[in-house]
């Protein structure tokens, strides 16, 4: 499984941007899409996820209303777009891919993109 984040960069506070992670190396059928995210000297936080058959999504409460997380399975791309960001959402985002949902934590998933910077300028 091969997973590449892109998308990334420098955005002002208010603004919006849309993260891309394309996966690759099986077909993901009941497999579970999320993104995390690690700001400088912090620990890995989940951002959201997504369930690559139904398409059903949950998010942080950090984040909720703000993202939407979507797939396109023809296309084996997952989307985390981002509205109204603000200066805490400045971090590192990964996308990551689990089998199951076991623990219902970051230890679900086994599988991870490089990440993508995320700055917000404030």
Known sequence: VQLQASGGGLVQAGGSLRLSCAASGRTFTN????WFRQAPGKEREWV???TWNMGTTR???SVKGRVTI???RAE???????????FEDTAVYYCAAARTLRY?????????GQGTQVTVSS
Do not use: C, P
């Open 31 to 34: 497999w579970i899409m999320g």
């Open 48 to 50: 959201g996820r997504i």
């Open 59 to 61: 998010y942080a409460d």
């Open 70 to 72: 979507s797939r396109e």
């Open 76 to 86: 084996n791309m997952v989307y985390l777009q981002m509205t109204n960001l603000k």
């Open 104 to 112: 219902g934590d970051i230890r679900d998933y086994g599988y991870w």
